[in-house]
Structures are given as structure tokens and as C-alpha cells.
């Protein structure tokens, strides 16, 4: 199978998350690394949920070498009669690939297997471990689960790369992300007497203007990279009843932050915001919980990952506004960046392509790295 025809085979699969169906897809991807019969090789087929696999790959020596990653879930087609051609059968047209996955991420995977298979055979000084992951749309879910079971050693490569949509720039870092739920409580009352209640969503905005300000407050020490640490406030949901004064609300807080704060000093700044608040005003009654975090990734641009994607791809590396699983892999010891063909621009949108171009630029880019790195 060449690269168009094994990227099409895993746009074939509809790996769509929710609701989350990637083990036929990681099998194809097992079946087809079988079939090359490459020495050494031990592959993984990791079922982690009914229906939910990632794959773990390894080639050549013990030795930490080259990891390259990505993941197999797309997010929703959504309306397929908004597609020019369908959304799973992935259509080559006029030097470009359509498809579901087309830019993210499964070209990359393509790219990333051929890249194996096409430097099989050299004889390897450092392993090259190849990792496949499910659910990377909502949260990391699959590479999570490997993790937490121990599937993937700490520090198992000295360097890192994900084929995501960076139309093969390398991109070094991106912010980390924490998403809070702030519950504030009233006491409800008749809306004609409201001074008998205390009105949770009156209380909630209060807390909506301070988190602003205090996130407005947090770009006098930006990073010389990524810029801010921000808190947004982006879901309110509270009351019952256009006469009833309401007992609560709830407030969601997105904050998106750079490396040298973390979810920690965000909470500990959304607290200490209600905290001044309520020396002022003793009825507010607020907590706050975190829902979701994940790390930010920073690697420094003389850093010899970033030299060398730099080298390869003729670009020079930026930083990204999204996050990635590049981040938890330097969490766990193996520093690494992205790079990948398709643009951005095409993620998650109607009739999403990669330029074929492109692809066979990435394998090409993929392929030298294992030479540098394992072979070499
Ligand atoms: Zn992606």
C-alpha cells in the first residue's frame, strides 16, 4: 500500500469521538505493521474500553530513541450533506486528500507508518517506539489510560514528535489549559421582595467582572513565548423561574496558562479573587472545583529536538494556540514537539483535505528523524 492508499484505508474507519470507536482502526494499524514482518518488532493492541483501542509499537534496541505519536479519533462529520464527497471514503482530488481526519490526523499516521516501514531494514542503535492513541479529542483519554497503567515506561524516548496538522512546522510550545466550575449559592425567595433572598446569579456576576480583572491584571508579567496566563469566563447557568430569586449559579471558567503559573496558581487566584470579594460583601457563598486540566509544553528553541525538526523541515519552529499530547509526553520524560502535514485551518471543519504534496514531505521528514535518531 502506498502513503495515499494507507491514509485513505484509516479515513475509511469512522473513528468519530463521540462516540468514541477507534479499535478497528488500531487493529488495521496492528494488522498492517504485522504484515511487514519487521525484526524485533512487538506490537500492542491495548483494548482500554469496550470498543476503545490505542496501539504501542516498538522497533530495534532498549536503548530510548524516537517516539513518534498520534492519534486515530476524529471529531464529528457533522451534517454530511454539507461535504462535497463523503466524509469516510477519503477522495483524491487535484493533489489533495478529502476526508474526516484527511489534516487530523490520520495522513500523519500514514506518514509516520510509511516512514517505519520504509526504514525497516537499517540496522538500529536506539529503538523507535510508535504510539497510536484513541480518544485525543476529548481530553487525552487514551494516552491517559496508558499511562496510568504503566504501558509506556517513563523517559521510553529522548525525543518526541506528533504528526499533527502544522503544515510541517515545528511547533516547540503551547499553553496548558485548566477549566474550573465555580458554584455560587443564594437563598430563593419571592422576586417581588428580593432583599428577603440572596440572589446567587447577582453574586455569580460580581465574581464574573473580578475574574476579568484579575486576568486582565496577569498580562504585566507575560511569557517572553506564549504571552499571557488568561481566565475567560465562558458558561453561566443558574435560576428556575422569571419570579423566583435564584438560590444558585454556576460559572464556568476556562483559563488557558503559560508554563511558569500552572492550574495550581490559577486556582489559587480565582480564590483568593472570591476571597476579597467576600471581605466585602460576607453573603457570598461560592466554591470553586476544577473540571479538566492539562499540561503546556515548552521546549526551548536550542533545545536538539527542535534543531533537528527545524533542519529537516526547513522551518523555522513556532508556538500554537492548542494543545496537544506532545505536552503529557514531556510530563513523562520524553521532550517533544509538533509536526505534521495539513493545516490547522482544515482541522474539524466541512470538506477537510491535506495537500498530497505535503504528506510525501512529511514521510520524508519522518523518515530522516528515525535515521538521525535510531539509526544514525
Ligand atoms: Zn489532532
Not at 511547533?171 to 430563593?188: E, M, N, P, Q, W
Not at 486540566?293 to 528553541?301: N, T, V
Not at 494556540?321 to 502535514?341: D, F, K, N, Q
Request: glycine share 10%; charged share 25%.
Amino acid at each position: 500500500m502506498d502513503l495515499v492508499e494507507l491514509a485513505k484505508s484509516l479515513i475509511r474507519f469512522r473513528t468519530e469521538i463521540p462516540p468514541g470507536n477507534e479499535e478497528g482502526c488500531a487493529r488495521h494499524i496492528h494488522d498492517h505493521l504485522a504484515d511487514l514482518h519487521i525484526q524485533g518488532a512487538e506490537l500492542r493492541l491495548d483494548r482500554f474500553e469496550a470498543g476503545r483501542a490505542n496501539l504501542v509499537a516498538r522497533f530495534g534496541p532498549r536503548e530510548p530513541g524516537l517516539l513518534l505519536g498520534g492519534h486515530i479519533d476524529v471529531v464529528p462529520a457533522g451534517d454530511q450533506s454539507a461535504w462535497s464527497v463523503p466524509p469516510f471514503e477519503g477522495v483524491e482530488k487535484g493533489g489533495r486528500l478529502y476526508g474526516r481526519g484527511a489534516a487530523d490526523m490520520k495522513t500523519g499516521l500514514a506518514a509516520i507508518l510509511k516512514a517505519i516501514e520504509a526504514t525497516s531494514k537499517r540496522k538500529m542503535r536506539r529503538g523507535l517506539l510508535f504510539v497510536a492513541t484513541s480518544g485525543e479529542e476529548v481530553g487525552f483519554e487514551g494516552l491517559k489510560a496508558l499511562y496510568a497503567r504503566e504501558l509506556i515506561p517513563e523517559g521510553a524516548a529522548r525525543l518526541g514528535v506528533m504528526g499533527e496538522p502544522t503544515s510541517l512546522r515545528p511547533v516547540r510550545a503551547h499553553k496548558g489549559l485548566a477549566d474550573f466550575r465555580i458554584t455560587v449559592r443564594g437563598r430563593s425567595g419571592h422576586a417581588s421582595k428580593p432583599e428577603l433572598g440572596v440572589n446567587a446569579i447577582e453574586k455569580c456576576a460580581t465574581i464574573v467582572e473580578a475574574v476579568s480583572a484579575w486576568s486582565r491584571g496577569l498580562s504585566k508579567a507575560p511569557d517572553r513565548d506564549l504571552g499571557s496566563t488568561i481566565a475567560t469566563s465562558t458558561v453561566v447557568r443558574g435560576g428556575t423561574k422569571s419570579n423566583v430569586i435564584p438560590d444558585s449559579c454556576e460559572l464556568i471558567v476556562d483559563s488557558r496558562w503559560v508554563p511558569k503559573h500552572g492550574t495550581a496558581f490559577v486556582e489559587k487566584g480565582l480564590n483568593s479573587t472570591i476571597a476579597a470579594l467576600k471581605r466585602k460583601d460576607p453573603s457570598l457563598d461560592a466554591r470553586v472545583e476544577l473540571m479538566y486540566d492539562s499540561p503546556a509544553l515548552k521546549l526551548p528553541r536550542s533545545h536538539p529536538a527542535v534543531r533537528l525538526a527545524e533542519s529537516l523541515s526547513g522551518l523555522e519552529s513556532e508556538v500554537a494556540p492548542y494543545g496537544t499530547e506532545a505536552a503529557l509526553y514531556a510530563e513523562h520524560g520524553i521532550p517533544s514537539l509538533v509536526l505534521g502535514p495539513g493545516s490547522l485551518r482544515q482541522a474539524h471543519i466541512v470538506d477537510e483535505f491535506v495537500d498530497l504534496a505535503e504528506a510525501t514531505k512529511a514521510l520524508s521528514i519522518y523518515s530522516r528523524m528515525i535515521e538521525s535518531v535510531c539509526v544514525a
